[in-house]
C-alpha cells in the first residue's frame, strides 16, 4: 500500500528566510504524482506545486520549489523568502493511476516575525 | 466563480441522529471526493465517485453513506453507526478520476461535533 510520511510535526522559520520541510513515501509503481498543499487556519486546502514523477527537473513555483529524490522516495518542499503568510499546515500527498490521493500527516509551519 | 460550496460550515449531531453534508461543485468535474480530517493526521478518505450514480468506499466508509444523483452534487450521511463523528470534513473534486497529474480541488469543509 502507498503510504506518505512527513516526519516533522512542527517546523518554525524567522520571516525571509528559507525552510524545508521533508516527506517520504513509499510506492511500487514507477508513474506517479505528487504534491504540496497548504491549509491556512481557515482550514481550505490549496495546492502549493505539484510534481510528475517521470520528470527530472524540479517543480517550481515563486518562491516553493520541490527537491524529488524519485530512488530515495522524497519530496521535499523548499519555501524561500519565508512570510508570515505561509504560516499553515503543509500535506504532502501522491496520487498514481486510478488511485485516490493519499496524504501526509502534515506539517504546522511557524513563521517568526 | 467556479468552486466547491460545503455547507453548513459547522454541524452538531445527537446521539443516534443521522446527519447529512451537502457538497455542491460548478467546476463540471467528473470526479468528487469525501474526507475525514482528525486532529494530528493528514486526510482519509471515505467515498469516492468517479462519474454520476457510482461510488467507492475509500479506507474509512464504515459508518457513512453517500449518493451521486447529479455531477454536481456529492452529499455524505454520517449515520448512527459510526460512533466517533467529531472531525473537520472536506469534499473535494477533481476534471477526471483518472487524470492524476489533476490536483484535487476542496471546498472550506464542514466541522461535525456531537451534543
Known amino acids: 500500500a502507498q503510504t506518505v510520511t512527513q516526519s516533522q510535526p512542527e517546523m518554525s522559520v524567522q520571516e525571509a528566510e528559507t525552510v524545508t520541510l521533508s516527506c517520504t513515501y513509499d510506492t511500487s509503481e514507477s508513474d506517479y504524482y505528487l504534491f504540496w498543499y497548504k491549509q491556512p487556519p481557515s482550514r481550505q486546502m490549496i495546492l502549493v506545486i505539484r510534481q510528475e514523477a517521470y520528470k527530472q527537473q524540479n517543480a517550481t513555483e515563486n518562491r516553493f520549489s520541490v527537491n524529488f529524490q524519485k530512488a530515495a522516495k522524497s519530496f521535499s518542499l523548499k519555501i524561500s523568502d519565508s512570510q508570515l503568510g505561509d504560516a499553515a499546515m503543509y500535506f504532502c500527498?501522491?496520487?498514481?493511476?486510478?488511485?485516490?490521493?493519499?496524504f501526509g500527516a502534515g506539517t504546522r509551519l511557524t513563521v517568526k516575525p | 466563480d467556479g468552486g466547491i460550496t460545503q455547507s453548513p460550515k459547522y454541524l452538531f449531531r445527537k446521539e443516534g441522529q443521522n446527519v447529512t453534508l451537502s457538497c455542491e461543485q460548478n467546476l463540471n468535474h467528473d470526479a468528487m471526493y469525501w474526507y475525514r480530517q482528525d486532529p494530528g493526521q493528514g486526510l482519509r478518505l471515505i467515498y469516492y465517485?468517479?462519474?454520476?450514480?457510482?461510488?467507492q468506499k475509500g479506507d474509512i466508509a464504515e459508518g457513512y453513506s453517500v449518493s451521486r444523483e447529479k455531477k454536481e452534487s456529492f452529499p455524505l450521511t454520517v449515520t448512527s453507526a459510526q460512533k466517533n463523528p467529531t472531525a473537520f470534513y472536506l469534499c473535494?473534486?477533481?476534471?477526471?478520476?483518472?487524470?492524476?497529474?489533476?490536483?484535487?480541488?476542496f471546498g472550506d469543509g464542514t466541522r461535525l461535533s456531537i451534543l
Open positions: 473535494a473534486s477533481s476534471p477526471r478520476a483518472t487524470g492524476e497529474n489533476q490536483p484535487q480541488h
Open positions: 465517485s468517479q462519474i454520476v450514480n457510482d461510488f
Open positions: 500527498a501522491y496520487r498514481s493511476a486510478g488511485l485516490d490521493m493519499r
